[in-house]
């Protein structure tokens, strides 16, 4: 017997409704369609695929890129090193921003600020005309996992004491330093290779603010930033190196604000509790799980402001949820459940319901061709070079995890045609960007094997020799598939052309609705200064109006008499 799925029983339980083409996807969910169908309509079968070979071609603009990797590499993985210092969370890089900029300043590259209305957001430019290559660079932090360098066993560098719940600092549990510093090193490399070699094009570095709260690209492709683009790269580091063109999630982010009345926790009759709200909901969410969401859904939540004592009853209490699916209308779908049950609880603990969108961004849209360009480039770079005693570091996270102890990834996955079915996973506001432009993306071993992203064993090794591995692998295939794309014109086409293809059924959208303000924080007073940035920037309401609770106590009915 064999408990192989075929591809009709996969996308029924994909919620599919047992879509046996890419016709039938197409016309169900275009931009599944375009994401998960067009390769089967172009003949592609993931089971008989192979990468082809010759596309990348030595050049001398390509050894002057390398080449600069090879003897300024210190630049980059300095970058990378002061970024994880700062560990600023998104929306407030304030440093990691000034630093990222001053890099690319100092070799020729002019800079705009607040791109997308962030103030901790930039646009690096070099060069004039076409074509027109776009990097990623993003430099946020996560909550919570603050690690000392190198150390394999949970120590946060950033512990903050509190008798009552402790919690650890921000860091870069996501690799973010590396990531930034390794697009910035890879167009940097490639500005030397056009000056000293005459290649002509521009080149612009995207300083994105806000990546792991899903809004800075999001809201900047939706004020038309990345209009004009001929092919965007970008990479993220994973536990294994290798080219992609398969999809993301799409993803909605909201938070729900449940206002009542405070009251001592002693006497709790009559107090409404902005906590009870949350937690209902949360509760009614879960039941969602069994029969309302499909393999290819998520949907997770944290809880804001709970409360700061027992003997007090929240008067407001906010929970950040996030939703994910397949395609934005399959997103919709499940975040109005959702909504549904903020409603319910809202009316359940008779508190008044706040319920705030924060941003929405696609799923990515991959490109065949441009994978294919850069696998070749990365099958000659080779692999990232990890030493024995990284290979040790990384197995005493593995063993603190309690993962096997294989150490880092040293070989190259092959690249593999996407499964034809979609069955969840994260999301990147780079999606958004990826249905302006032909995308580029690469993914290289930044962490051990085993370790999953946003855990402190990321932060432990993103300022050490396997963080600094990965940033200068990353930007010698992102610079090396450029140089193809600024000498190779008719690779470019083929890489533009499959994206009109992709897109024609599907015409982007963003999923912000109008008249929704990005989340912001307001600047120190020096960064303004430095940058020459305004606050707040065009068009940008604040002080922000405040969620006040002005609820009145429950009632507990009539007074009665006293029993003798």
């Known amino acids: 017997m064999s408990y192989q ?32 169908g067009y390769d089967e309509s172009i003949g592609v079968d993931p089971a008989t695929y192979a990468a082809p070979t010759g596309i990348a071609k030595d050049s001398a603009g390509k050894a002057t890129a390398l080449n600069w ?57 070099y060069g004039s005309g076409k074509p027109v290559l776009g990097f990623n660079a993003e430099y946020d932090a996560l909550p919570g996992l603050s690690q000392k360098q190198g150390v394999a066993t949970h120590d946060p560098l950033v512990y903050n004491y509190d008798a009552y719940g402790p919690t650890y600092g ?41 990546e792991e709260q899903l809004v800075g690209k999001a809201f900047s492709a939706k004020a038309g930033v990345y209009n004009g683009l001929d092919a965007y790269l970008d990479w993220h580091p994973l536990t294994s190196t290798l080219a992609d063109w398969g999809t993301t999630a799409a993803l909605m982010s909201a938070t729900f604000t449940f206002l009542g009345a405070a009251g001592h926790g002693g006497t709790p009759l009559g107090n ?42 929240p008067d407001m209490c906010s929970i950040w949820f996030f939703v994910r699916e397949g395609s934005p209308a399959r997103a919709q779908v499940l975040y109005d459940k959702i909504v549904e049950c903020a409603k319910a609880a809202a009316q359940a603990s008779q508190t008044r319901l706040v319920h705030k969108f924060h941003s929405g961004t696609w799923n990515s849209l991959g490109n065949k061709v441009a994978a294919e360009v850069l696998n070749d480039n990365m099958v000659k770079i080779g692999p990232p070079v990890f030493t024995a ?39 990147t506001d780079a999606a958004d960007v990826s249905w302006q432009a032909p995308k580029v993306t690469a993914l290289v071993a930044t962490f051990p ?26 930007a010698r295939y ?6 193809d794309l600024l000498t190779q014109p008719d690779l470019l086409k083929r890489m533009k052309d499959e994206f009109v293809a992709r897109t024609a059924p599907a015409q982007w959208k963003s999923m912000i609705p109008d008249g929704v303000q990005q989340p912001l924080y307001q600047p120190p007073a020096d960064f303004l200064a430095r940058t020459g940035q305004t606050f707040p920037p065009a068009g940008i309401t604040w002080p922000v109006p405040q969620v006040v609770a002005q609820e009145h106590l429950g009632t507990t009915g009539p007074a009665l008499p006293p029993v003798s």
């Open 5 to 36: 799925l075929n591809r009709r029983k996969v996308l029924q339980a994909f919620g599919a409704a047992g879509a046996a083409s890419a016709a039938a996807m197409y016309a169900a969910d275009p931009v599944l369609g375009a994401t998960l």
């Open 69 to 125: 990797l090879r003897d300024h590499g210190g630049e980059v993985t300095g970058l990378s090193d002061r970024i994880w210092q700062h560990a600023e969370l998104s929306l407030r890089e304030w440093n990691s921003a000034w630093d990222s900029a001053e890099l690319l300043k100092r070799h020729g590259f002019t800079i705009e600020w607040g791109t997308g209305g962030f103030p901790a957001a930039f646009t690096a430019t």
């Open 170 to 210: 921000p860091g870069h549990g996501d690799a973010h330093n590396v990531l930034g510093a390794g697009s910035i090193g890879a167009a940097i490399a490639v500005s030397k290779a056009m000056k000293r070699d005459n290649l002509t094009g521009t080149l612009k570095v995207y300083g994105s603010s806000g």
């Open 272 to 313: 409404k509790s902005g906590l009870d709200g949350a937690l209902l909901m949360a509760t009614m969410s879960e039941y969602l799980r069994e029969k309302n969401v499909a393999p290819s859904g998520r949907f997770h939540y944290a809880i804001i402001n709970g409360g700061g004592a027992p003997n007090v009853t």
């Open 389 to 427: 005693a990284d290979h040790d570091l990384a197995k005493g996270l593995q063993r603190a995890l309690g993962r096997p102890e294989a150490g880092m990834s040293t070989t190259l996955v092959p690249l593999t045609a996407p499964a034809p079915v979609y069955l969840g996973g994260p999301s």
């Open 449 to 474: 094997i085993g370790v999953p992203h946003h855990n402190w064993a990321v932060s432990a090794v993103a300022s050490t020799n396997i963080g600094h591995q990965a940033a200068l692998s990353a």
């Open 478 to 483: 992102l610079a090396a598939t450029s140089i």
